[in-house]
Structure formats: structure tokens, C-alpha cells
């Protein structure tokens, strides 16, 4: 809307100003075209009639000047032709004979006789007899006098027609302001004014009933009035659209989903609070990931997320996926996503996450019982035959060695019969936690195969390196030291070691853990405490 | 004037029929005729000599007399009026004077009789061997 300031029309753009002007063109065309006419008008009159009264002169003395004549009476035409030559129209009086002699002559003072002027002729006839010429009236105009004459009168005739046209442009100004200019800026300023949807309204004013601007502000009245119902159909249809809205930002904001839509390029256009929580970023640096690629940012495998756009882009179906997230501090976290393509305004991805790092984790520590060993946390015999079979796979693949050791406790059986199966326990422990300590590597395996019994797979490792050996003193040397119990007392084991190694006893998992397991027995039956090579077969 | 021209009206009916009018000179003046023309520049005061160049006193019959409106109108077609309207136009320079009147007729003859320049008109034609009739002006028909 207007403010009520709003500039008034000025200038050339004033309807006003624009009529004034053509009404003073009009005007100034007319009073030029009047004056023109009327000043050819008034000359032409004031010059004949500068004329005609010469001639009404001469009609008045032409009865005594023919009688002059005739009786030859110089003395009465001096006089009468005298007179006539006083008028300033005249300037030179003859009477000439018929026989071409001058009979009188006279020129007004002041006035001299000039060739081409004009002249009013009267024949004098015989006052006895009209038959008898006796001459001419010869009577020279002043000219110079009867065209000032005419010109001073054209002027003013003129002059009256260029004043009743400006007197009639002032009028024709003055009505047309009063008539029609200022009701509209009347009106233009009431509309200004008005508050739209105010239900306010613009009064006809009585001068003004039945005519234009009457009809102007009725229709517009009536033009406010349609635009105030649209208005309040808008207004309803924007409350009906907000609250409808702010019912879908609440959901979307409260959705323990998290809901992202992203734009062609995979930029965040739009994400709800859930996302930022689950993705472990605040609102702030998620919305700067619309000027980046949020789903590299976001998922560990990206390519598994545009793999997902793709299917679904192809089928037209949500795809869904448990998909990893990018790793931040320790934790690994997880999340099940629905991946859907829409097509309005370009291509838009949306797509649903919820957590399930929980469930996921449930599904590791699951994973986790059934291949380790509950109380040492060290992998149980399942799982290490599992992972040895992947360890025999890949050294024969790669041609690498990988020595496995059968190890079995010195004395576990008195203890554990002595002291109890809580003591025993603590023992199998600290004795997992000194061999993980002796292997070192956690790629390497490390597991126990039940009471007593472990077993330890080493991964690029031969008979002869020296690391061999000297893991193999590490555990010895470890095992054997005394370990102290909670309940105070300290008690000591022994550990027996047997050795095979890939490829020089065998290629199998099997064979290779019995022949161990035969190099263990041999060191028990000769004195324990030690470590043996199977025998090569 | 009125009563004037009526009372010519009333001498014109009254009088037999129609009269002519005489214009006679001496009978030594060897004028023997005249025109109308120049019986008419004559008596108007166009011309003051005869055909000959001598001299000519014109007389007139006084203003009361019957048959003077009648003669100025045979002779020029104008009345009284207009003959006098004349004369005062031409008196006003000073340069010409109408004829000279003369009591009566009777005073015409004695003129006529006595001065060979002299030139005047009578109702009646005069019968004396002394006197020539020069003009004879009929007067126009009574309508």
C-alpha cells in the first residue's frame, strides 16, 4: 500500500497541468487563428469603409461642385473642394473639366499629391441636364491614413478575439478544475488514504450524484469491495495454509525420524533437528553442508547411499538400507535410511534415518558371545577355527608363513582343585591378558580352545624368525610369573608351547593344529616349561 | 414655399389650357434665336454674353409672380425651390448673381424696349415691332 505521504502527481504527469496546457494551446491557436482572421476581417472593413465615407463626402458636395461647374464658379469649388480636403482621409480635392482643365484643386495641409493613389472618381453631369458631362470629382485618398486607420482597427478587433479565447481558456481551466480535476485528486488522495480490507468507504459527494465521478467512485467502491472479500479469502485460505504448516513443521521438527531432502548435486536443502542429532552435527554446520556434498560428509559409504538415489531413481521406490555413518570419536555409529527421489522442480532426494546404532550394537555384543570366550573375552574355539581358516586361506594365497601355538597351563588342575574355580577363573584371565600383551599384534589370534588350552595363530611369521622366538620367550617368561589372587594369595602356572608353522608342517588348519598339538605333548611329557617345533613330516 | 407652388397649381388650372413662355431681346440685338441650351446658361448664370460675345443683362419677373414657377420649371425642370437652393449655393461665393428682378411685365417691356443687351421672358407675346422673340418655351403638359 501507498503510505499516506505518497508524492502527489506533479509535473507533466498532472492530468491538470496536461489539460491546462492544451487548453492554452488551444486557446493561443485560436486566438492566433481569430486574430489573423479578424484582422484581415477589420481591414478590409475599415479599408472600404475609409472608402465609403470619402464617398459619402464626395455624394454630399457633389450636387454643389457640379453646380461650381456649370457656372464655372472657381470660387464656390475652391471652397467646397477646401473642405473636403480638411478630412484627414483626403488628401488631394479636383475638379477637372470636361475638357481636361483643372477648374479647382486642392491638397490637404500637410499632404502632398503621389503617384498610384487611390481614387474616388464622381462624373459631374449638368444640373439641367444629365445628359451634359461637365467633368470629374478627382479625389486622391490618403491612404497611408485609411491603412493606419484599418490597421488600428484590425488590431483591436484582433486584439478582442485573442482576449475572449484566453477568457475562455481561463474559464474552460477553472471549470474543468473544479468539475473534474480536483474531485478526482479528491478521490485519488481518499483511496491513498485507506487501509485496504478496512471495510472503509468513499462517499459520493451530492454535486457529484448520477455523474462521472459519481460512477468513478462507485465503481470504485465497488472495486474495494471485491478486493476486500478477496482479501479476506486469502487471508482465511494463509491462516488455513500456516496452521496446517506450522502442524507439518511440527512434525517434522518433533519426528524422531530424521528427514533431509537434497538437491541434485546431494547439498542439504532442507533438514529437521532429529537429523542433527543423529548425524552428531548442529543445526549450524548442517546447514552449511548445503553449499557441500552431505552425503559424503555424513555417510562412511557414501557410494552405497548414491547407489540407493540410483535404484530408486530407476524403480520409482523408496530404498532402504542400515547404512554406517561417518565415524566420530570411538564410537561407530548406525542408522536405518529410506532413500526416495522426487521429480517436482528438478530432481529432489528425500530421505528418513533413524538410529539404530543401539540395535546394531546389540546385534556386535550377539556377534560378540558367540565367538569369544565369555570369561576371558579372547575368541572361543568356534570362531577360531573360523578365523584360522581365513588366516591358512590368505598366507597361501599371499605365500606367506603363519606359525599357530597349542598352549597349554602347568599346574592349572592343582589350583583350580585347591583353591576353587573362582581362583582358577582369575588365573585363565591373567594368564589371556599376559599372552594378548606377548602377541602384541591384535590382528594376530589369539584364543581359548577350552579349560586350559589356547591357541595362537601369528600372521607372517616363520620357524625361523627371530620374532618367533621371541614371542615364544615373552609367553614363557610371562606366564610363569606369579599371579596374585583377590583373595591375597599368590599362586604361579607353567606353560607348555607346541609349534607348526605354514607351509613347512602342512597347508591345512587342522593339520597344522594337530601337529601343535603333537609338539605340545611332547614338551609335557619331557618336563614342560618350554616350547617345541613339530616334527617335520 | 407650400402655399406658393399651390397657389401656382391652383393659377395653372385656373388659367386656359397651357401657356408659353417668351423670351425676348431688342429687336436691334442680333441675336435672332436661341437654344434652349443657352437660354437655360443664361438665365442660370452660366454664360453672360450672347452668341456674339456681347454683353447680356438678363431680367427676371419678381418672385411673386404667377407664372415664374412655371417658367423656371418649362425652362430648367426645376421648381422654385430648387432653382433658389441653386442660386444660393452660386450667391455664396459671391461670383454670380441671378438675374435681376423686375416688378412686372410691364416693367420687362420698358427694359426690353429701352436696353438692346438686355434679355428677359414674358407669359405673353409681346405685338411691339421694337421687341424680337428668341425663344418660344412651351409649357410641359399639365399631368
Redesign the interface.
Known sequence: MTPPGAPRVRGANSLQLRFMLLVFASAAVLALVAATIAYQFGQARALASGRSSVEALATAVEK?IA??A???????LQ?VAGGLARNELVDVVEVVAADGRALAKVLRPGAAERHGATLVLRPLVS???ARESLGQLRIHLNDAKVRADADREAYTLAAAMAGQAALLAVILYLLAARMVSSPIVRLASALRRMTPGSGERLEIPQNHVGDEIGVLIAGANTLLDSNERALQTERRLRAEVETMEAQYRQIFDSSSAGIFVLDEGGRLINGNPTVSRVVGLSMAELRRLSEDDFISRVFSRPEQVRQMIDAALARGETMTADLELVQLGDERRWVHCLISVQHQDGQTVEGVIYDITERKSDENAVRHRAEHDALTQLKNRAASQAVLERFVGEARARGAPLSVACIDLDGFKQINDSHGHACGDEVLVRCAERMRAAVRRSSDLVARLGGDEFLIALRDVGPTDAVLAQVMQELLAGLSQPIRLSNGEVVSVGVSIGLACQPTHGAEPQQLVRMADEALYHVKRNGKQGFAFALAE | MAPRILLALLLALALPARADFYLVVHASNPQKALTHKAAVDLFMGRSRAFANGDFALIFDLPRDNPRRAAFYQALTGMSVAQVNSYWSRLMFSGQSVPPQALPDETAMLGILRRNPSALGWLSKEPSEPGLRTVLVIKEPTVK
Do not use: K, M
Request: proline share 7%; no cysteine.
Open positions: 454643389t453646380i461650381g456649370y457656372a464655372r464658379d472657381e470660387v464656390l471652397e444640373p439641367f441636364d
